[in-house]
């Protein structure tokens, strides 16, 4: 067993045996509990002189948790405008999103953070990660998200920055139909020269026509577990497999003038049904969403030379990408006043159609090339979820199950390599890459767990609620691979390489004497690997009033995981053996919130927690990421890493949902995992390590406030304004001293001078020193308008160490400024609202670079463009 005890044991023994005195004290003093929102009474029984009620402005969920969390509302979702999950959680304070999916709390990746839908956990469909990356959730559905920055027992060990808890639409108590549609262009995209290809016939929905199915021929070359190549199948075989794979509408790439304008649709619907036994109620949603996205992006590489950095590659990126999101929510609540059941089906639908041509001086290819590439990536989830709540009395036991399903399908990425000679491109198919890749990932996760909670009347604690539970989450993972290209016997006629790419594929050219098809998917576990982790939890939780106005929350996770991950060799029975993690952990943790003054409290927290490695960190297998054009190869030797986290908070509270806290907060990180950059023989290739340790400290403000001003102005005085902003500073650096040792994948797992891959004292990877938002903004009274001005900053941050002592990868995502408007109005009686939203106003580009002797290197640059959209929404 990993014992990760004695450091926090003693703490929070500690602040038990400080504050027994007190619970001793009021035993002796109050010969009945004293509630906690009560100060004084009066002496005369019956005649009451005066209660102050403390709390009374403190949200709900704040006041129901110990912990420190923060949330976002249906009226933050609405007022900010937000598409998706992943943007909206960009507004609180000490989280930023990265590459627009995947959420950095405090600082810290994705890696350590969870998320759940209505507390249950979830897969996710990139090769990457194994958290879900939440642009997959678009906001229509949701109620709102509580983020939870303190640990507590009740939730999955595997905790670090936060855990955030996606919450879908509830039942009505009201019935409600509604509407709405919206518009939008992109300044960078819209209606201007851009990249596509033809696909298929269904591609604006989202959906594949059969056109990238693997052919039928592939098919049964691959169930007979042999290599496609010229060992294993005659030349007639492969003359007919060559021939059956899509070429024009794969294979060309088509330049347009008018890339279309953005459009969503979306509804939604419930009604709750009343008897007298208790109540039935139902609510559905769907929606559509279509938008385009072009880049002109800058792609460098550098060499370090002579202290400092040499362009070794210089390339221009030009690509369109279409995005199709399809998603429906449907939820039934039977309600029997003490016990109530809940079913939930979500369906989310994510596709990524994408065209690109990369051109430039290639030190590696002594050439100038150009790459055609064009992609097919659909990403889809399903998860249904049932829960139940009971009440006994004092007693409650609360259940859940979930099962979910993800699903990441690449078919037909294909990529052909040119040569520029005199200004003529030439494809040589014995020398030039090409390939055309399916690949694929499914990943399912069964989960049950139960709380039990108990109300205990005591003489001693008041209002003493004792909690105990069971967790159980079962994960899978296949992925594979499958890559082909064409090559010759010889070097083909210059006419021959010049041909346009649907002549060059053409089933006249392939055959003897012409294309011959070769498998060139890697073996040995290359191009495969499946993946699980199961684990068993309990715990056990007291929470109750110790002193009037003090509140403690103590308790203690057991938590036993698995984790296997193996690579599969497509083409030999014998397989390479498997990587396992198996450990357990006692992870305690304890929060004391002290409701000093009216309105205002202090809260302590301090607990223990782990992070595992990723599936895809662990594996073998090469993958070729299509956001940073980039080559992953996991690591099997990585091991969990084991975290000891200390919070503190300040809250006051103005009226509900009005608010100013500050905070501070401590985390030691033994063995976090980091990324490293290699050189290879085709380019940089980013692997991963567990460095010897790292260490994070911050602290983090937020105010929040509406005002309604008498300047004796009518229009002025007729708005609730709004200010709203809050800000994180952190700092984590990574530590390595002489005699410390990793374990990279390059010396096989046997140990090597952490100095030699890490830096001590260098930046953790994902963390931002600086983290701001502000919003400003105005409603009407009555309600019919509504504007914000939102601004989001978040400083540099590195992406990946540098290889051979090269500079770290560094991103700057830089302020973002969007402005939101909403107008609504009454027609025949319905609701109407009129939306305008824009988005990124200073036109900030994306910008990853490498600095080392006054050289820079633009290792990913290209601007995001300015968005406007309007919108138009109907209630009845």
């Known amino acids: 067993m990993t014992k990760l005890l004695r450091p926090l044991t003693g703490l929070l023994l500690c602040t038990s045996a400080l504050l027994a005195p007190g619970m001793v004290r009021a035993q002796a003093t109050t010969s009945a509990p004293v509630p906690a929102a009560s100060t004084s009474v009066a002496q005369d029984p019956g005649v009451v002189d005066e209660v102050v009620v403390l709390g009374k402005y403190i949200p709900e969920v704040m006041r129901e948790t110990s912990e420190v969390t923060a949330i976002v509302s249906t009226e933050d979702l609405v007022r900010q405008g937000d598409d998706t999950a992943a943007q909206a959680l960009t507004r609180i304070t000490g989280l930023s999103v ?70 879908t639409l509830d039942v009505p108590d009201k019935p409600f139909l509604s509407m709405g549609v919206s518009l939008g262009v992109n300044d960078a995209t819209s209606l201007k020269r851009g990249l596509t290809y033809y696909g298929g016939d269904y591609d604006r929905f989202g959906v594949d026509d059969g056109t990238r199915e693997l052919p039928l021929l592939i098919r049964r070359g691959i169930e007979s577990g042999k290599r496609i190549d010229q060992s294993n199948f005659n030349s007639a075989t492969l003359t007919a497999m060559g021939r059956s794979f899509q070429n024009a509408s794969i294979n060309l790439l088509q330049s347009t003038d008018e890339i279309p304008i953005n459009g969503s649709l979306d509804i939604a619907a419930g009604r709750s049904f009343n008897f007298d036994w208790g109540a039935i109620g139902v609510v559905a949603v769907a929606g559509y969403d279509n938008s385009w996205s072009t880049r002109e992006a800058v792609q460098q590489e550098g060499v370090v030379s002579l202290a400092t950095l040499s362009v070794l590659e210089d390339l221009v990126s030009n690509s369109t990408q279409n995005d199709v999101v399809l998603n429906a929510l449907t939820s039934l609540t039977l309600d029997l006043d003490a016990h109530k059941f809940k079913w939930t089906n979500l369906y989310v639908r994510n596709t990524t159609k994408e065209t690109r041509s990369v051109e430039g001086v290639s030190s590696r290819a002594s050439n100038y090339i150009r790459d055609d590439y064009t992609a097919w990536y659909q990403r889809e989830l399903i998860d249904t979820q049932l829960t139940g709540e009971h009440e006994f009395g004092d007693l409650e036991i609360d259940w859940r199950g979930s099962y979910a399903r993800t699903e990441r399908d690449a078919p037909y990425e294909r990529q052909v390599r040119y040569r520029r000679v005199a200004g003529v491109f030439y494809h040589n198919s014995q020398s030039d890459a090409n390939f055309i890749r399916f690949s694929e990932v499914e990943d399912t996760v069964a989960s049950f767990g139960v709380d039990v909670r108990y109300r205990l009347e005591n003489p001693t604690i008041n209002d003493l609620t004792l909690a105990a539970g069971y967790a159980w989450y079962d994960n899978q993972r296949f992925s594979d691979s499958r890559v082909f290209r064409f090559t010759t016997d010889g070097t083909p006629s210059l006419a021959f390489q010049r041909q346009r790419v649907d002549f060059l594929f053409s089933d006249f050219n392939i055959g003897p004497g012409g294309l011959i098809l070769r498998e060139v998917t890697g073996s040995d576990g290359a191009a495969a690997y499946e993946a699980s982790l199961q684990t068993h939890a309990v715990y056990v939780q007291a929470d109750g009033d110790i002193l009037p106005l003090v509140r403690a929350s103590i308790g203690a996770r057991y938590e036993s995981g698995e984790q296997e991950v193996g690579a599969v060799d497509l083409f030999s029975a014998t397989q390479p053996a498997s990587r396992q993690l198996k450990n357990d952990y006692l992870l305690p943790a304890g929060t004391i919130t002290w409701n000093f003054a009216e309105d205002q409290q202090l809260r302590f927290g301090a607990s223990m927690t782990i992070a595992r490695p990723q599936f895809r960190e662990q594996a073998p297998q090469l993958y070729l990421d299509p956001e940073s054009d980039r080559t992953f190869v996991g690591n099997p030797f990585l091991v969990d890493s084991e975290l000891i986290n200390l919070d503190a908070r300040y809250e006051r509270y103005f009226d509900r949902g009005q608010f100013l806290t500050l905070g501070g907060f401590y985390k030691d990180i033994d063995r976090p995992i980091e990324s490293v950059v290699n050189e290879s023989g085709s380019g940089l290739q980013q692997s991963y390590l567990n460095a010897p340790r790292a260490v994070l400290y911050g602290v983090e403000a937020e105010f929040k406030k509406y005002f309604e001003p008498t300047f004796g102005i009518a229009w002025v005085d007729a708005q609730r304004w709004l200010v709203s902003a809050n800000y994180t500073y952190s700092k984590a650096d990574v530590r390595a001293k002489a005699g410390d040792v990793v374990f990279p ?81 009454d027609v025949l009686d319905r609701r109407l609202t009129v939306g305008f939203e824009a988005r990124n106003l200073l036109g900030t580009e994306f910008k990853e670079f490498q600095q080392l002797g006054g050289a820079r290197i633009d290792l990913n640059r290209y601007e995001l463009g300015r968005s406007y959209s309007v919108s138009l929404s109907a209630r009845f």
Do not use: C, M, W
């Open 745 to 825: 994948r390059t010396t096989l797992g046997r140990a090597a001078p952490a100095q030699n891959f890490v830096v001590d004292g260098s930046r953790l990877q994902g963390q931002s020193e600086h983290l701001a938002n502000v919003q400003f903004g105005f409603e009407s009274l009555e309600g019919g308008t509504q504007a914000t001005v939102l601004v989001t900053y978040a400083s540099e941050r590195t992406t990946a160490r540098g290889a051979g002592g090269a500079p770290d990868f560094i991103q700057e995502p830089g302020v973002l400024v969007d402005f939101t408007f909403r107008q609504g109005f």
């Open 98 to 167: 990265v590459s627009g999916r995947f959420v950095y709390v405090r600082g810290l990746g994705e890696r350590y953070s969870s998320a759940l839908l209505n507390g249950s956990p979830l897969p996710s469909p990139e090769p990457l990660q194994r958290v879900v990356p939440l642009d997959l959730f678009p906001s229509n559905i949701l109620k709102g998200v509580i983020v939870q920055k303190t640990y507590s027992p009740n939730y999955p060990g595997e905790f670090g920055g936060g855990l955030i808890d996606l919450q």
